[in-house]
């Protein structure tokens, strides 16, 4: 089930690649990279203007989020 909805996003992404020639060349996708059962797939490209996001490291040593644990392991 996974597997086949990592290629579907690989297959979608390689198609948006190949209909915007222009950012094609610029673009590329490598991976993937595999633990156990997940897989990555990896697009390198140029960056987006605009305000670069912030990790949630970076976001919880700004103060800029906060994190409540709710004592279930799906839910923050």
Do not use: F, Q
């Not at 089930?1 to 948006?16: F, N, Y």
């Not at 997940?38 to 989020?65: D, F, N, Q, W």
């Amino acid at each position: 089930m996974h597997r086949r909805a990592l290629l579907a996003l690989a297959a979608s992404s390689l198609a948006i690649l190949t209909i915007c020639p222009a950012r094609a060349d610029d673009t590329r996708v490598s991976g993937p990279v595999i633990h156990e059962n997940l897989a990555i797939y990896l697009v390198h490209g140029k960056s987006a203007p605009g305000p670069v996001p912030l990790t949630l490291e970076e976001a919880l040593a700004k103060r800029a989020v906060r994190v409540h644990e709710t004592g279930n392991v799906s839910e923050l």
